[in-house]
């Protein structure tokens, strides 16, 4: 009886402890844990349910005083906007789906120390809809975001909403303007909206072009943006001139992460590129007005001293050797990506030295050009003879003999069964007559990773087949019997890795593109979820699960 009452008071002892030990823990355990139920919530595709996190953020900060300030902190740090998501409910008690949005804007504006936490908003893409019907009733859901982003002063991102500015300033451009801590921003252009004065008598600007009132509102907008670190400036059959681009670029002291896409020759061209300032990473992609001229200057050892990521998209590089000058001049360049359709050209009897491309620092590769020519045996020769010591990562959806896979690791197989089923629907649909016996892929669009997996994968299966080594068994002079060793795709020891990975999971396209991004065509995940197994109380409408896909995929 004793031993018994010794062993119940023991237990509620180490009880007792455990709890007094769990209270003095330091604040920073509790925040560590709140921050990895995000990571616990996530699938292996990188997925979430912002519905379910968000649910369970809030049961965590209602089981204690401690856990209330962390759970709450990380609750409010990243705010998923509550747009037309509702928790299962009866009919009767359904609320509007601008309900909870109201509730958050008033908890908001009346605790300033809570808005105070949070840093970003986000708006999932299945919502977008509702934003991007803007409505003028001040109650619209458009409005009440306006009113969630002016109640955060310590606001960095706005991350998924992205609407097209047509230099008519709405309430969100307005309060965004007024944020003063914003990290950053993306604009799309739009076709220039006009007012009822402006539709009746058109300005003297030309058609499209903004006028210089409206040119001079937007730059404007950019003064109080002086902690701003990533821009994305896209046209969407927008214009903006490219005065407003060099103006807005000065008014920005911090910026180091720039994109820009889309502009036609009179808002972006070779001058334009003069204005840029200097950055840690840049992303250039179809803008017809940018020529070996203008990319020239950006080669210039000063423009490239910081330089850490560049993505050049479309912007057809004539010549090989300016190539090599952006590689050798940027000796801080971790990742360089080139993507067009024509192979930069050698200098015709020019006496060439290896290697001819050169980067010490440079860690990862993406090099997609279909056309052939002697500038990618050039590359491979370069990587050959040591010029990229530090290069880890080779992407190349379209690799003319498996000149750059040759150059990497051995690998057991590259293709993904869904490939398979692509180019299976993919070659139903393409003409008979451009079909090669040897190699059907190759009437296929060979810059989908899908088939360059395959045809990569085929040159693996193809290298196996042929012998390398022939092993003979020998005893006292007799041959007992012979074993040949198949060769292999690749050289053993070699530290690179040949990758056909995209930048967003699932995405056809190897470079994350700045239209779908932004639209959310590619955060959408591909499993349903609805928060309770089913037919159990406490989930959601059911709803798909998201990609946590922001600005900094564009780099």
């Known amino acids: 009886m004793v031993e018994g ?97 109201k509730r958050l ?55 998924g909403f992205y609407p097209s500015y047509g230099h008519i300033a709405d309430s969100l451009v307005i309060e965004l303007h007024r944020t003063t801590k914003l ?10 909206k006009l007012s009822p004065a402006q539709s009746i008598i058109q300005g003297t600007a030309p058609r499209g072009l903004p006028s210089p009132a409206q040119t001079s509102a937007f730059v404007s907008r950019h003064a109080g943006w002086s902690s701003l670190q990533t821009l994305v400036l896209g046209s969407d059959d927008g214009r903006i001139g490219s005065e407003a681009i060099y103006a807005t670029l000065r008014r920005l002291p911090s910026v180091r992460h720039l994109c820009i896409s889309n502009f036609v020759t009179e808002d972006f061209n070779d001058d334009t590129i003069h204005g840029l300032p200097i950055l840690y990473s840049l992303r250039l992609e179809n803008l017809p007005g940018v020529t070996d001229r203008g990319l020239s200057y950006l080669a210039e050892p000063r423009m490239l ?87 880890r990562f ?61 045809m990569a994968q085929k040159r693996i299966e193809e290298a196996r087949k042929r012998p390398a080594t022939r092993v003979v068994i020998e005893e006292e002079g007799v041959v007992r019997g012979s074993h040949t060793l198949r060769s292999y795709m690749g050289i053993l020891g070699s530290k690179i890795e040949y990758i056909l990975r ?16 932004l639209r959310g065509d590619t955060t959408l995940g591909n499993e349903m979820c609805s928060g309770a197994p089913s037919g159990k109380r406490g989930g959601h409408s059911t709803r798909r699960t998201e990609r946590l896909v922001g600005l900094e995929m564009l780099f």
């Open 305 to 391: 001293r910081s330089m850490r990521k560049i993505i050049f998209i479309n912007l057809e590089f004539v010549s090989a050797p300016l190539v090599s000058r952006i590689l050798a001049n940027a000796r801080y360049l971790t990742k360089f990506s080139l993507t067009q359709d024509n192979m930069p050209e050698l200098p015709f009897g020019a006496a060439l030295s290896q290697p001819f491309f050169a980067s010490p620092r440079l860690r990862f590769l993406h090099w997609d050009i279909p056309e052939p020519g002697a500038a990618q045996g050039l590359l491979a020769d370069s990587i050959k003879a040591g010029g990229f010591p530090s290069l």
């Open 502 to 517: 995209p930048d967003v999971d699932g995405d056809e396209k190897a470079i994350a593109d700045v239209g779908e991004l």
């Open 105 to 159: 804007c008033r908890t908001l504006h009346q605790k300033p120390h809570v808005a105070g936490l949070v840093k970003e908003l986000r708006v999932s893409a299945q919502d977008r809809a509702v934003l991007d019907a803007v409505a003028k009733d001040k109650d619209s859901a458009f409005e009440l975001l306006s009113s969630l982003v002016a109640a955060c002063p310590n606001l960095r991102k706005l991350t």
């Open 5 to 101: 009452l010794r062993r119940i008071v023991a237990f509620f002892g180490y009880i007792l402890f455990v709890i007094t030990s769990a209270r003095n823990l330091p604040e920073e355990v509790y925040q560590c844990i709140a921050q990895q139920l995000e990571s616990a919530h996530k699938n292996k595709e990188s997925e979430l349910c912002s519905a379910c996190y968000m649910k369970d953020l809030c049961s965590l900060s209602l089981t204690s005083r401690k856990w209330q300030k962390s759970a709450q902190e990380a609750m409010y740090q990243k705010i998923w906007v509550p747009l037309s998501d509702q928790p299962l409910q009866p009919k009767k008690l359904k609320l509007k789906s601008s309900t909870r949005l």
């Open 183 to 192: 990290k950053e921003h993306a604009w799309i252009m739009g076709p220039k």
């Open 394 to 454: 080779i992407r190349a959806p379209v690799d003319e003999d498996g000149k750059l896979q040759r150059l990497c690791r051995p690998l057991a197989g590259i293709a993904q069964p869904s490939d398979y089923e692509v180019a299976v629907a993919d070659l139903s649909q393409t003409d008979p007559s451009t079909k090669a016996a040897s190699d059907p892929y190759k009437a296929l669009n060979i810059r989908k990773l899908s088939i360059a997996r395959l």
